[in-house]
């Protein structure tokens, strides 16, 4: 069993965008609001979140979040860690640290943006105690296997993470994403559920556009696909009607039973 | 013409707190959700906010904020600063910077942690350009003089702002502080409203406690003293009965027009 909530669906400046009148960001469809991109994964035995935007108190309050047992950072961009202090709530019960897995580089971000968190020195009763796990190849949270998927996004060293359990490709979740490597494609063949971060109409020079995403669910061929951290391009209503019926645009607390 | 709007009157974590069943993270009444403390200033000839919490896009879009001319920082805690990247929307028409008054101490960890935005080799376009501004001393926004009154609050520098109009010492907020140093003190007499932030019942050792909130307003007999910062310690409707009729507690959205 698996399931995912998402907790955000929105690019770096959500939607409403601040001081925007376009149609959408003016839109009264709920599917329209969209916080900062970030999953909440729950299995029998495990609960995990991907990513916390600034937002993340909120979020987390709004799916009602009772448990987290560790955080997977997919990169350290604003828009995907600055709600990492929120944290405090979760800690474990016996020790208060909660376990952190990111790349060296993310690591190394979180640390410095949050240094009075990672030095014991700093660190008051109470505050967030991160216990950081380096990724550097598949691990595993209770019975689920997760593969990071190192993708192009810029200059950041991005994962996305494909989630197994019992031999199956449940579910990956690339939310920041140029290309996916050949390493990459072929770690995602047989994907049975596929996001995809596909934040704008135009090509982008470190997202993929909403054709490229097409063109890569097609080429995969999960059973569905759904678009994820989203600007203001996009209506939910109107853009669904664009869409294959295998592909669908994500949207705030939206939950996937697996 | 000054107008103070609350943006946020919780503390660090905010209201209701993440996993708390008290009562009043439970309350329904609107002014027992508190997002992070902030305010927004509007004056004849320009507009700032005070503090950037987390929560600062939800919160600029919930007040409709259409412009910042300017922010200034009290100090750089996370609570105070992790939503700085959504400044980005506000920048200068001409030159698409902001200007950030703060501390040296507070610009040094802006800088550590929204590195890419002080960086021009890093900053792209579209992305916040803060423009640093060392305070120390008094300083102008318009016609409305600004006053730093450095605060004990732990080991950080932390700034409370007199906002001085026509020789009129109008509002002063005090959001972080255990005590006001004793020239702090003088540099407050005769102000007409005084905002403080009095997250606890209990003593505390960075915060002034409810009772030395009550205490600090008696000694400076404005003629109307605000409680922000608040954590659930305060049912807003209760605790308002155990007031005396010139202290009010603030709450979200809360406008003083001044």
Same mark, same amino acid.
């Given at each position: ?19 925007? /009148?376009?149609? &959408? ?11 900062? /991109? ?10 995990? &979140? ?5 937002? $993340?108190?909120?979020?987390? !309050? %709004? ?25 405090? %709530? ?23 943006? *949050?240094?009075? =968190? ?5 660190? $008051? ?15 595993? !949270? ?5 593969? #990071? ?5 810029? %200059?950041?060293?991005? $994962?996305? $993470? ?22 990459? !494609? ?12 596909? #934040? ?8 993929? /556009? *909403? =054709? ?9 061929? #999960? ?10 391009? *996009? ?20 939950? !996937?039973?697996?």
């Amino acid at each position: 069993m698996l399931a995912i909530t998402f907790l955000g669906t929105g690019t770096s400046m959500g939607v409403p965008v601040i001081r925007c /009148s376009c149609e &959408v960001c003016q839109s009264k469809d709920p599917r329209d609001q969209r916080l900062r /991109s970030s999953i909440y994964v729950q299995t029998a035995d495990c609960s995990w &979140v991907v990513d916390t935007g600034a937002e $993340f108190r909120i979020q987390a !309050l %709004r799916a009602n979040i009772q448990r987290v047992d560790a955080v997977l950072y997919t990169h350290s961009h604003a828009d995907h860690v600055m709600g990492f202090d929120d944290l405090r %709530r979760f800690g474990s019960v016996n020790s208060g640290r909660i376990p952190i897995y990111a790349s060296k580089d993310t690591l190394q971000n979180l640390h410095r943006i *949050f240094s009075y =968190a990672f030095n014991s020195e700093t660190r $008051f009763a109470g505050y967030v105690h991160p216990e950081p796990h380096l990724v550097d190849g598949a691990f595993s !949270l209770g019975n689920t296997e997760i593969h #990071p998927i190192p993708v192009e996004h810029g %200059r950041a060293h991005v $994962f996305g $993470f494909l989630f197994r359990q019992n031999g199956r490709s449940l579910v990956a979740y690339l939310s920041d994403c140029k290309t996916v490597y050949p390493e990459g !494609l072929e770690c995602l063949e047989g994907v049975e559920t596929l996001i995809l971060g596909t #934040p704008c109409r135009r090509p982008h020079p470190t997202h993929m /556009s *909403f =054709a490229e995403g097409v063109a890569l669910a097609e080429r995969l061929s #999960p059973r569905r696909t759904f678009f994820t951290h989203l600007s203001h391009d *996009f209506g939910h209503a109107a853009t669904e009607k664009e869409l294959p019926g295998n592909i669908s645009l994500a949207y705030d607390g939206l939950r !996937l039973d697996l």
